[in-house]
Each structure stands twice: as structure tokens, then as C-alpha cells.
């Protein structure tokens, strides 16, 4: 029987040049990640609205209220016209909670838009006669309002609410009667208020779009950087695999090519046996099956199992991920005594305190020479007439 | 010589029938006899009364798990040793805490059957290595606290050592390895559901000098207080 003190786990990844065998899991890769794409284009458009909401509150504000206050004299009821004044006022405010919120669905966008509408259509109406283009403040903005909530809907709402919103105060202007100064009148703040804002929806509209292309650009780029380390990892785990055959399979090839080995030899037999089980353990080691170590162990049985070893693997209890280098260990134990079980193996996981307990019961017949314990595994063994039991134990500590 | 212990069994497939009853002939003390075979639990229920001793139970019957019969057969006066195919700790679990005396494999049968059937007939624990992973991986909040010996016992028993290998590794008699896989399972059959079955092996544990009184009084002061529920959490050893 030996026990040997674990040594120092080592942490799962080496030095370049000496990676871990088997390929992490997608989604672990190493630096050089970017934050979520999504997220950089969601901040983009964040900030165009925070400009919005700012501009639009600043008109009303500044701008209409500005008006509101310098043709106080001429309004037959200052009173009502700060009422709807304070109205747009907070539809400007319920407006913008709703986009700073998210984009409002076309119900709560639409139910600030008319009362933006109705509160600048009260507001003309209850102008002075012949004076209303002159002293109406509420035109741009219910216009701005509408900007506001129907900046990310399709553009054809926000033309048809400034469509209205122009033909609202035509109708006003037209009960006041049409003159052609009038007409002129209007037509002339249509195109500055109007205008103005179709720009600043177009223009928001094209910053958007620019910022969803730089976001799929940095995707791409993410993209293409992920899928050059996961290259390099795989490149470095088939590179250590070839290392690996280098060093056992190929000079036991050399010698039964050169003659040196014989056939009929018992020994070679068991060399030939072991290193047909590592190189399925070499394959397994490139699959990314779940459970690794399980899969692998399966594989380091499959050669015994050849042979007619009666194999069962079993578990018990939810296991650890362990390391690659420690399932090194665990499984060239595993190699070592199947390939001396004559007749039946049986090999446990259980889950223990802070690792694993693996444990081989075979009929080998004779004590096995394991491997040496290290990388965080302390292996033990004891025989029983014939039986041995052997239990290659790792702690995550 | 004693009287041997009577022994039915419950299992659709004849051939698996015809494989126990050759493992139970094979014995050489030739200490059970199947008396009774129906292929299905209303079979059982047509045939004579009283049954045999212990009812060998394949929870599969015609593709449907029949854990949930396992209460009734128990309050029928059966003592339950499940056969199965399935190995799921949760399946062993569940049957066990449904008042089955022990859980075997199909892959253990030949090697732990007629040894169950022989414990339950006494009212004895008997822990195969299924039912050893099934606690060792149980994590269920009502589990009873095992000691570090009786956890060490249970997973070098689930690992595939003998007991007399096991009683080695542990620098312990043989007898003592017997009396730790004993006294977890006794402490199984103290938490979770009620059956007179479990009543009967804690009964025979407390008299074999298995398990002190005090190691299960939780159980006790929960019987009296909840009659059929599921355990509301875990006894205090």
C-alpha cells in the first residue's frame, strides 16, 4: 500500500506551448474578450434620446414658454393658455419617462401624442382672432412632443402626427378666415417647426443605424478573435497529444518494426495494451463530451473491455470538474490496472468533500505499479488475495 | 435444520423468474424457497393468503414503476425486496423510503439477492451497493446525519470491496464494517415516510444492538406527531 501526499493542485491552465489536454467548454476563452455588442449599441442609442428628451424640453421650456410669457398681454385668457402650457408640459414629461423607460408601445406613444395635439389645437383656438400664428407657442411644441414618443416608431407616424398637427392648425386658422399673409404666415413656420423636426428624427434615425453597424462590426471582430483562440487552444492540445505519442507509442512501434520487440513477449503484449488505451484516452481527451473524466475513463476501458474484461462504471453523487492534468493521473491509473484485470474491473466516482474519490476493484492478481500521485492526486492501493483495490483520490483544495 | 425462509416473487419477464429462482436454488443451504410467481401485482393480490415470508418485487411491471404499490404491500403485512433494473439513486431512494427492506440490481442479484430476501425475513438491515451510491449521492434535506466511519464504510462498500477488505482499509473487524452499513441504513429507515416495515427493521436494529434508542428518538416524537407525512426536515442525528 502507498499513500503519497497530494502536492499543490496545479491551476488548469499551464504556460503557453503546455495547455491543458481537451479544449475548455465554449465561452471560457482566455482575455482579449469585448463587452456584449448589444450593449454598446443600446448605450449609443440611449444617449441620442437623453439629447432628444434635453432638446425638446428645452424648447418648451425656453422656447414656447419664452413666447408664452413675452405675448402674455395678447392672450384673451393668459390662464388657459398656461394651462394647456403646463398640459404639454407633462405629456413632455410623461414622454419622456416612457422612452428613457424603453420604447413605449404605440398606445402609450400615441396617448401622449393627442393630448399634445388637443392641448396646442385648444391653445390656437383660444388665440386672438387674426393674431394666432403670431402668438402661438403650442405648434413646435406638440410637434417636439411627437418627435419625442414616436422617434423609434415607424416614420410614417410621426408624418401623419405632424400632418395633423399642421392640419389642426390650419383649421384654426382657417375659422379666423384665410388670408394670403396668413397662408404665407403658415406655410413659413411649417417648414422652420416642421422641418426642423423631421431632421431631428432623421438624424437620429441615422445615428441608430450607425450605431447598430459599429456594433456588428465589434461583434465580428469579437467573433473572429474567439474563433483564433479557440484554434490556438486546439492547435496546442493536438500538439501536446503528438508530444505525448512521441514519447510512448512511437519508440514501442520503432521497436516491434525493428524486431527488437517480439509478439509472443508477454511484457510487449502489456506495453501494446497500455498504449492502445492511451491513445483512445488521447482521442477522448479531444471530445468534448460532459462529465469529461467519466467519458474518458470509458475510453481507458474500452481496450480491456476488448479483451473481455467485464467492466462497470459507476458513479455516486454530483461530481466535480477536474482538472486536465489531474485526469491525467486518474486515468493512466485506470490504464495501469485494467490492463492487468484478468476478468472483471469495477470503477467508481463518488463525489467527496472538496473532490473526487475514484476507486478501481479488479481481479489483476498481483499489485500494480500506479502512477505517481501529484497534480492535487493522492493514490492509494491495497490487495486483497488477488483483488486489488485501488482509490486515486482528488481534492480541489 | 431451520425451517427455510418462503420467498414470492413479482416479475413480468419468466426468464428473469427462471434466473432467480436458479440463484435461489443454487444456494447451498438451500435456506429459501420460492413458493409463490405472479407476473403482476393484481396476480398477486388472486393468490392464496398468507403469502410467502418476503415478496420479491421487480419495479417494473409491464413498463409502468410500481414504487407507489410498495406502501400497500407493506400495510398488507409484506416485507418488500425490490429487483429492478434501474440503478438511480432517486428510484432506490424513493423505494426504500416506501418501506422496501432493500433494493437489489439485476447486475447484483446473484451476488446479493437471496442474502436480501434472507435479511428481510429477519427484519434485518441489508445494504447492496446500489443502495450504498444512492445515499452516499442523496442530498435530499431530510437525510439523517451519518457518522465519518459510516460514510467511509459505505463508499469502500459501494466501491466494490468486500466487507473483509473494507474492515482492512479501516483497521476494522469485519463484524464492525457490518454494524456501521447497518446502523446508516437503520438511520434511513428512521427518516421520511412511515411503514411498519421500517417500524419492524428498527425494532430488530435497536434489539441486534445496531443503533441505540437515542440515535433515533427524532423519529420517535415524529411518528407521534405526523402520521403520514414526508419528513419536514432532517432528525437530529
Not at chain 1, 11 to 16: I, S
Not at chain 1, 345 to 353: D, E, G, K, N, S
Amino acid at each position: 500500500m502507498t499513500a503519497v501526499q497530494p502536492r499543490t493542485p496545479q491551476p488548469r491552465t499551464g504556460p503557453p506551448g503546455t495547455p491543458p489536454p481537451g479544449t475548455p467548454p465554449p465561452g471560457t476563452l482566455p482575455s482579449g474578450t469585448l463587452p456584449p455588442t448589444a450593449m454598446m449599441s443600446g448605450r449609443y442609442q440611449r444617449a441620442f434620446t437623453v439629447a432628444v428628451v434635453v432638446l425638446v424640453a428645452g424648447w418648451h421650456l425656453a422656447g414656447a414658454g419664452g413666447q408664452l410669457l413675452r405675448d402674455r398681454p395678447a392672450y384673451g385668457s393668459f390662464a388657459f393658455q398656461g394651462a394647456m402650457w403646463l398640459a404639454m408640459a407633462l405629456a413632455i414629461t410623461a414622454g419622456s419617462v416612457l422612452v428613457l423607460r424603453g420604447a413605449p408601445g404605440w398606445r402609450l406613444a400615441w396617448a401622449v401624442a393627442l393630448v399634445a395635439l388637443v392641448a396646442s389645437t385648444a391653445a390656437a383656438a383660444a388665440s386672438p382672432a387674426g393674431q394666432m400664428l403670431a402668438v402661438n407657442w403650442a405648434w413646435g411644441s406638440a410637434g417636439w412632443t411627437g418627435v419625442l414618443v414616436l422617434l423609434r416608431r415607424r416614420f410614417g407616424e410621426l408624418a401623419w402626427f405632424l400632418a395633423a398637427e399642421a392640419v389642426a392648425t390650419l383649421g384654426v386658422q382657417a375659422g379666423d378666415g384665410l388670408h394670403r399673409t396668413d397662408l404665407a404666415g403658415f406655410l413659413a413656420v411649417l417648414a422652420w417647426s416642421t422641418g426642423a423636426q423631421v431632421a431631428v428624427a432623421a438624424g437620429v434615425r441615422a445615428l441608430d443605424a450607425a450605431a447598430g453597424q459599429a456594433a456588428a462590426a465589434a461583434r465580428s471582430e469579437h467573433a473572429a478573435r474567439e474563433r483564433a483562440a479557440t484554434a490556438e487552444i486546439i492547435q496546442a492540445a493536438r500538439h501536446a497529444r503528438w508530444l505525448a505519442l512521441q514519447e510512448s507509442a512511437v519508440p514501442l512501434i520503432a521497436e516491434l518494426a525493428a524486431g527488437t520487440a517480439d509478439p509472443g513477449d508477454a511484457q510487449v503484449r502489456i506495453r501494446c495494451a497500455v498504449q492502445a488505451a492511451r491513445l483512445r484516452r488521447l482521442l477522448a481527451e479531444g471530445d468534448q463530451a460532459p462529465g469529461s473524466l467519466v467519458h474518458e475513463l470509458h475510453a481507458s476501458a474500452d481496450v480491456a473491455e476488448r479483451r473481455g474484461v467485464a467492466i462497470e462504471i459507476e458513479t455516486a453523487g454530483l461530481l466535480p470538474q477536474v482538472p486536465g492534468r489531474a485526469r491525467r493521473v486518474i486515468t493512466d491509473a485506470a490504464i495501469a490496472i485494467l490492463t492487468a484485470a484478468r476478468s472483471h474491473a469495477r470503477i467508481t466516482l463518488a463525489a467527496v468533500a472538496d473532490g473526487i474519490a475514484v476507486s478501481f476493484v479488479a481481479d489483476t492478481g498481483m499489485a500494480v505499479r500506479l502512477p505517481e500521485a501529484g497534480d492535487g492526486v493522492a493514490i492509494e492501493q491495497q490487495q486483497d488475495d488477488g483483488t486489488i483495490w485501488a482509490e486515486a483520490r482528488w481534492n480541489s483544495r | 435444520m431451520e425451517q427455510p425462509v418462503t420467498a414470492a416473487i413479482i416479475e413480468d419477464h419468466p426468464v428473469v423468474t427462471e434466473g432467480v429462482a436458479s440463484w435461489i436454488r443454487s444456494d447451498p443451504g438451500q435456506r429459501v424457497r420460492l413458493v409463490q410467481t405472479a407476473r403482476d401485482l393484481t396476480g398477486f393480490r388472486a393468490m392464496p393468503q398468507p403469502s410467502a415470508d418476503v415478496v420479491i418485487l421487480d419495479l417494473e411491471l409491464s413498463g409502468e414503476l410500481v414504487i407507489t404499490q410498495i406502501p400497500g404491500l407493506v400495510a398488507a403485512g409484506c416485507r418488500v425486496v425490490a429487483f429492478s433494473g434501474h440503478s438511480d439513486p432517486a428510484i432506490v431512494m424513493e423505494t426504500l423510503d416506501s418501506g422496501a427492506h432493500a433494493y437489489v440490481s439485476k447486475e447484483e442479484g446473484r451476488e446479493h439477492l437471496v442474502e436480501a430476501v434472507l435479511a428481510a425475513a429477519a427484519d434485518r438491515p441489508y445494504v447492496t451497493r446500489s443502495q450504498a451510491r444512492a445515499m452516499l449521492a442523496d442530498q435530499s434535506p431530510a437525510r439523517p446525519a451519518l457518522s465519518q466511519q459510516e460514510q467511509q464504510a459505505l463508499l469502500l462498500w459501494f466501491q466494490g470491496m468486500s466487507k473483509a477488505s473494507v474492515g482492512r482499509r479501516m483497521s476494522i473487524s469485519e463484524n464492525t464494517v457490518r454494524q456501521y452499513i447497518s446502523r446508516a441504513r437503520a438511520k434511513y429507515a428512521a427518516t421520511g415516510r412511515t411503514a411498519p416495515s421500517k417500524d419492524a427493521l428498527l425494532a430488530r436494529a435497536i434489539e441486534d444492538g445496531v443503533v441505540r434508542p437515542d440515535e433515533i428518538i427524532p423519529y420517535q416524537s415524529f411518528a407521534r406527531t405526523a402520521a403520514d407525512q414526508p419528513s419536514p426536515g432532517a432528525p437530529g442525528r
